[in-house]
Nanobody
Framework: QVQLVESGGGLVQAGGSLRLSCAASGRTSSTYNMGWFRQAPGKEREFVAGIRWSGSSTDFADSVKGRFTISRDNAKKTVYLQMNSLKPEDTAVYFC??????????????????WGQGTQVTVSS
């Protein structure tokens, strides 16, 4: 099993930026696809971004495309989510997750095996 720990959340004004980090320990996370999800109060958990194990391809939800980027440093076992031009509707708890698949990036939360505890992102208007 892999332990995932997110950090970097906080309170930011609309238009601002945050960078989330997800540090992994345990099973070698660098050989698996990783994803970022978010969950706002009263809403279902939704896919935000994903990256293949090699970093060769990424995928983004339409709502964040052009504003967020995802990257990984396999040597550090860390995945990053750079969030720019933040909007109040980006407010949510953000989770990183590991998918044991090494194929295409999957968007369903059910595809992911291991999850972090989440980090709160609040964007004020």
């Amino acid at each position: 099993q892999v332990q995932l720990v997110e950090s970097g959340g906080g309170l930011v004004q609309a238009g601002g930026s945050l960078r989330l980090s997800c540090a992994a320990s345990g099973r070698t996370s660098s050989t698996y696809n990783m994803g970022w999800f978010r969950q706002a109060p009263g809403k279902e958990r939704e896919f935000v971004a994903g990256i293949r194990w090699s970093g060769s391809s990424t995928d983004f939800a339409d709502s964040v495309k052009g504003r967020f980027t995802i990257s990984r440093d396999n040597a550090k076992k860390t995945v990053y989510l750079q969030m720019n031009s933040l909007k109040p509707e980006d407010t949510a708890v953000y989770f990183c997750a590991l998918d044991l698949s090494r194929g295409i990036i999957r968007r369903s939360p059910r595809a992911y095996e291991d999850w972090g505890q989440g980090t709160q992102v609040t964007v004020s208007s």
